[in-house]
């Protein structure tokens, strides 16, 4: 049974191992549809029954993913690595059996391949098998197929090895020259019989008893540090719920503290629908306000000024997440808001070097905590088992998915975005609109980079798909400035922008600036700016530094407004009410304005994902 620490085991007392997984570690537990799923492709691969004696019943399983060019999650059981089911981009799922998963199967009926005494040295010293080296195969095998590397010693067949097979059976079977199977494991080579261990029967309630004291104080650490942050803080408490086992971790930890938090719940408008109605369920039947906030049509309205959002330009967040929750808290939290958030360093470099607590740039007014920052996937999900009575987790970790959030995020994997395209119906609309795209783009979902990896294009590349170019995104407002002229009086610069401007709403923007005053073909602000319908602007000021500044401000302020997606995230920014959102894009009221410029200042997707930038 798998421990969260190295103490003696909670049941039976007795001393606990390591078990070799790959960092940062994160393993998680298997459902019944990961477990189906393995003994599925075991039972594929290697022929009928082979499943059930890779993972028996009664057995505690678990999947830890890990770095790979897609989806990779190592297959855990009884203290060992069986296997690593893997996403293979333009296969599918495939199980790549390791030495102890294939001493479990045995000599399977499929995808076996027995090599000669003479090759087995070699081959446990790191060589691969090849063609002259075969003595027979399994019939059926084709070029990648995963196979087991038998070999042979009075008579009896021993597992060798496993790997990918180079070459169909046909061409083992000739013995043909080249590499036959391309070996990725071996067994040790003092040992001629790889052992297979004693199944035990044991359920994920064993496995909590096992840790309860463990796990105990982990919760009572946690709910101390909410305890002692609220009361520094001395700000209203809530809780960030996106649906998925961290945030609702943390919102029962909350709870523990003896706090009643408001829910916050945004809905980006790309949620399933199951989680939705979980955010419903859990904030009603633990007896907490849910506070909600939609960004309604923000994704698809924005999708074709920014292009299908990427890894490395995830423009949907701040559009969709981020902007819809400045506004709940600036209605709901004007004095600001101590908001829990389920975040762990095991998630992604970005968020372990964030600390358990900190202030978001592109929120102002929230305060983000985390109390599961240190939490590995195991200590949440045996927290969620103890109270499974308290509230629900959401469906669709029983279906595949090991993160919850938009179903078509780019920093999903493929295989899970596949896992969504086979069982949501909200899926097709997004099909829909990569239409226009590439088939290949489509077929692999590469739509998720703008720079596609080399890795990835390798990949492909061996695998003979020829890449073609997406469609472009539209041109972004650009602006080019001309000469500076300088004299004793000050400083003057001409420029024009890409395309003509929208002057009736710039004049209402460009008030944080200073007095904005619309005259025809032309928009004046203060003494010091004139901008024309063509895009033509003329700029001065009393040197060629102010000059400059002043230049860099004008060129940020209307490229926001130009090119403003409605977030509402710089509202946040206005202390005196004047800047919302009306009519999809933020306005300006000059009665309340003081030109601050705030809402001027800090991040805005319209110039952190400018063309430039993609």
Known sequence: MPLLERRICGICGGK???????????????????????????????????????????????LNRIPDLDRTDEVI????????????????????LRIPGAARIGVPAKGWVLADEGAVHSILESSNLLGPGVVRCATGILAMDEVVVLDRESDKDRILGTGSARMASEGMDERAR????????????????????PAHSRTWDDVLEANRAILKEAVDRAADFIREGAKRIGKDVAVSYSGGKDSLATLLLVLEAGLRPKVIFIDTGLEFSETVQNAHDVSGKLGLELLLEEAGEAFWDNVARFGPPARDARWCCKCCKLGPVTRLIIREFPGGVLSFIGQRRYESEARASKGPVW??????????????QEWPALQIWLYLFQNREKAPWNPWYERGLDRIGCFLCPATNFADLELVRRSFAGYDRWQRQLASYPETWRTYGLWRWRRLPRGVQEHLGQRGVRLEAPPAIPPRLSFEAGKMEASD???????????????????GRLHAMGKALLEGESLHVGQWAMLRRDGTVHLQAKDQEELGRRTEALKEAVLRAEECAGCGICTGRCKTGAASIRKGRMAIDPKNCTQCGACLTGPCPATAYAQDDL
């Open 489 to 507: 009086t000050g400083a003057a610069i001409e420029g024009r922008f890409s395309r003509p401007l929208g002057l009736e709403m710039l004049s």
């Open 178 to 197: 080249g590499t036959a199977v391309k070996v990725r494991w071996r067994r040790d080579r003092n040992v001629c019989d790889v052992p297979v261990p």
């Open 77 to 96: 059981a009884g203290g060992e690595v069986l296997a690593n089911l893997t996403w293979i981009l333009g296969k599918g799922f495939v199980l790549q």
């Open 359 to 372: 202030k978001n740039p592109w929120v102002p007014g929230q305060i983000g905590a985390s109390p599961i």
């Open 16 to 62: 606990p191992s390591a078990v070799a997984i790959t960092p940062p570690g994160d393993a998680r537990p298997a459902f019944p549809f990961d477990t189906g799923m393995v003994r599925e492709l075991a039972d594929s691969q290697f022929g009928e029954g082979a499943g059930k004696r890779l993972l028996p019943d009664g057995e505690i399983v678990m």
